[in-house]
DNA sequence: CGGCGTTTTGAGATATCTCAATGGGAGTGG
DNA sequence: CCACTCCCATTGAGATATCTCAAAACGCCG
């Protein structure tokens, strides 16, 4: 399960001498970017944990599988998100790019020494770390409780709030149909029948080869998904 | 779904003035008991957060309701682990015990306000929120992913890492089937059948009311659970 | 234009759910 | 001390949502 790391890597400015006491924002700005294709790892299970990432474009998946290849995605990371958060160690947990992407590598040792003597710091890596909880504990909702269809109203709801512009009815759905049965425990084709069967009672509608659903109906769609 | 509190506290010492130079573990020595009968909510979804709680005997179940009565417990808080933390304003989850439990009930303002400077304790309970994250995701997995068979063998897997004294291969199930069925994603028949299965198959033994299971054939059950 | 990866659609198989009845244990009151 | 009740667990039989396997359609890129 380990993949090769073609590190395609753009090294910014270095950050000055000294830079313990630049606040997270400041040290993203000197990081290294690293540009993913599609399916491109950007760690595997078992990895040595040793950065910490923050998305800027595109979408990463972060999954766990199982022993016979089953895989459950946990998130899809959009830019702005941080993944490798809220782990000792190494990692038990893998992230692959579901579509090109960029991802920002911050030291997590440097990020760990930091967080020890910089409450604010700490305060603001527990937040982010609460959010993905909070996160999670929904989609463990949704999986553990919902039916087909309203696990993928529910999906295509939550992705509206993250990625909506403005007041657009519209969204992208940047991962294949595998990877949103594996993020809501559902196989492809049963994703693929739901989508349809939402199209045919015009809540939704899709366009752009399946990649862009127009929802028609947001309220409807909401009512769908059980809250 | 607002249930009534009937708070049989106990004040233990109350805590010396400056008492924000206290660590976690000192403060608790000074925090309020709640005792708790089966069934009896520590919290309600939409109640504020003004505390959070230690369990200190019993067992707690964290869970998220649907509008329609579903229900998703999220974890079984043991002895020694906090609930409530991570989350800010008002609870979005409720916890109830299972069997007659005591909580030690921590002030959320106070510990905020101490976490604000006090970069140690900011970091344990970052830690803190870490492990029930973790936690979170594996069920996650199992609920997504696996079989009624490996769930159920999953949990009590889970339930004996977390609950095994010594070298003891039985744990108890201070639940009811009901509380099983709500965490796995499953009905309460299909938990009973999986059981009875194990059972025939000689990996468990079932004693007490069905309170006891003897985990006779662990490192099959462990097998079964797929990791 | 051909080939490849992906999505959609279909038809039959099955794990789990639903509904219903039975059984067991704990507590209560006669 | 027994009978009664209540709650919970178990077991059974039939219903069904979702899965599995298979084929066809689509879109993209060389």
């Known amino acids: ?116 003597t910089d409450a604010g710091l700490a305060l603001k890596l527990y937040k982010s770390v609460c959010q993905e909880l909070a996160a999670t504990r929904s989609l463990l909702v949704t999986v553990g409780q919902r039916s087909a269809i309203e696990r993928v109203a529910a999906f295509l709801v939550a992705l509206h709030r993250r990625t909506a512009t403005d007041g657009s009815t519209a969204v992208k759905l940047a991962m294949r149909r595998s990877d949103i049965a594996d993020l809501l425990g559902l196989t492809i084709e049963t994703v693929s029948r739901t989508l349809t069967k939402l199209r045919a009672m015009s809540v939704i509608d899709i366009g752009q080869g399946g990649t862009r659903v127009d929802l028609c109906d947001l309220p409807r769609l909401t009512e769908l998904a059980n809250e």
């Not at 630049?22 to 294709?37: G, H, I, K, N, P």
């Not at 995605?73 to 090109?100: C, K, M, R, W």
């Open 1 to 116: 399960m380990l993949a090769a790391h073609p590190r395609q890597t753009v090294h910014a400015k270095r950050p000055p001498a000294g830079s313990a006491s630049f606040s997270l924002d400041e040290r993203m700005a000197y990081a290294t970017v690293r540009r993913l294709l599609a399916k491109e790892h950007v760690f595997c299970e078992g990895d040595d944990r040793d950065h910490v990432f923050r998305v800027e474009e595109g979408v990463i998946a972060v999954y766990k599988t199982l022993p016979d290849g089953r895989r459950q995605i946990i998130d899809f990371a959009y830019p702005g998100d941080l993944i490798g958060l809220g782990v000792l160690g190494e990692h038990v947990l893998s992230a692959q790019a579901t579509v090109p992407s960029k991802v920002r590598c911050l030291s997590a040792s440097a990020l760990e020494r930091i967080a020890e």
